[in-house]
């Protein structure tokens, strides 16, 4: 079965790069009409999401986090990486990445998801 799991330090300085991974296993991130997806979700607050890399490679950006977001993929390891810069208090949360599925321009919706992983950001 699909399996996703988050991995990356769970503390980071301020103005510091926060770096997390998410290795998949049980399918491949070049799996046709598959995003994969980073979201999270900070202490007290809801769900947000991050951005995506598609099947594809191509790239999808929330455009509030947009000049601090970087996701990027390795598909032989079958990993995608988010990088988010100059992170600050308030990029505290826990953060999961999830598989997402559209096929024609229609949205099906998450299938899966990692367990996630908190990050705390603090000197």
């Known amino acids: 079965q699909v399996q996703m799991q988050e991995s990356g330090p769970g503390l980071v300085k301020p103005s510091q790069t926060l770096s997390l991974t998410c290795t998949v296993s049980?399918?491949?991130?070049?799996?046709?009409?598959?995003?994969w997806t980073w979201i999270r979700q900070p202490p007290g607050k809801g769900l947000e999401w991050m951005g995506a890399?598609?099947?594809?490679?191509?790239?999808y950006y929330n455009p509030s986090l947009k000049s601090r977001t970087s996701i990027s993929r390795d598909t032989p390891k079958n990993q995608f990486t988010l990088e988010l810069s100059s992170v600050t208090p308030e990029d505290t949360a826990v953060y999961y990445c999830?598989?997402?599925?559209?096929?024609?321009?229609?949205?099906?919706?998450?299938?899966?998801w990692g367990q996630g992983t908190q990050v705390t950001v603090s000197s």
């Open positions: 999830a598989r997402f599925l559209s096929v024609a321009g229609r949205s099906i919706g998450y299938d899966q």
């Open positions: 049980g399918t491949s991130i070049t799996t046709n009409y598959y995003y």
């Open positions: 890399i598609a099947y594809s490679g191509s790239t």
